[in-house]
């Protein structure tokens, strides 16, 4: 993770980093899905392990969290899927982001065990706040996986300080108030936090919650280090032809990417 990071950096570009929930649309979609968005310029990939109460989502991904639940969709595929892509791709790093509870039921040390194994880079788990992980967070790092962690507007310093402790890889900033694919986006409010989190954090700052075109991502990009867009991309992936789903995807991306280089 660190060096795509540090490759983006010296070529004076932002990281995008896109969000697709594992299993959804179809079990047999999402790998194609991730080596579709990696082509069209995604430098991470945030893959969504599905949980039944995933609190931190709006709409958008909780209906795409349940169908991938009702697909059978477990932690073990999600790691098949990661392991699949793997056998293509050794670049692109992949983050699974999602809940305790299938981690937990799963075995902490076991889910390391196999996430390194399968060819995971960076986990984020939206319910182990800094003060309560620092055990995970430091197996995570001896397993050779990241652990990321979320800022939000409501941040102190005290947070700040704590996640700077912690992280590696990057820190993902929450950009509103609220769940997943929000609206009402305070763009000068955003980047003046992310000035406050950036003078307090030397690891690369992402954003998301609530981007859903390059011109946004544009106007986040000069004042992050990537930007993160999750609950457009499922729109998108819904909205139309099914068996067209992928390619909608891939050319957001690829637009959102371009965006992202004009800045």
Wanted: net charge negative.
């Amino acid at each position: 993770m660190r060096e795509r990071f540090e490759s983006l950096r010296a070529a004076g570009r932002v990281a995008l980093i896109p969000f697709v929930t594992a299993g959804y649309p179809e079990r047999t979609t999402t790998v194609a899905l991730m080596h579709q968005l990696a082509a069209s310029g995604a430098d991470v990939i945030e893959l969504g392990v599905p949980f039944s109460d995933p609190m931190a989502d709006g709409p958008v991904i909780q209906r795409a969290s349940e169908h991938a639940l009702h697909n059978g969709i477990s932690m073990s595929d999600v790691l098949d899927f990661v392991r699949a892509f793997r056998s293509t791709d050794s670049a692109t790093p992949v983050v699974l982001m999602g809940y305790a509870n299938p981690i937990e039921r799963m075995g902490t040390d076991e889910f390391l065990a196999a996430a390194s194994q399968a060819g995971v880079d960076g986990v984020l788990v939206v319910d182990y706040p800094p003060e309560e992980s620092a055990d995970f967070a430091a197996a995570a790092r001896a397993a050779g996986i990241d652990p990321i962690y979320l800022l939000a507007p409501t941040s102190g310093e005290e947070r700040i300080d704590a996640v700077a402790r912690l992280a590696s890889g990057y820190v993902y900033y929450v950009s509103l108030r609220g769940v997943t694919g929000a609206g009402h986006l305070d763009t000068a409010d955003v980047i003046a936090q992310l000035a406050r989190i950036k003078a307090r954090i030397a690891l690369p700052v992402g954003v998301g919650f609530g981007i859903r075109d390059g011109a946004t991502a544009r106007a986040l990009g000069a004042h992050a280090d990537a930007v993160v867009i999750g609950s457009r991309l499922i729109e998108l992936i819904d909205d139309g032809d099914p068996a067209q789903g992928i390619a909608r995807a891939a050319s957001f991306i690829a637009g959102i990417r371009q965006a992202l280089d004009q800045s």
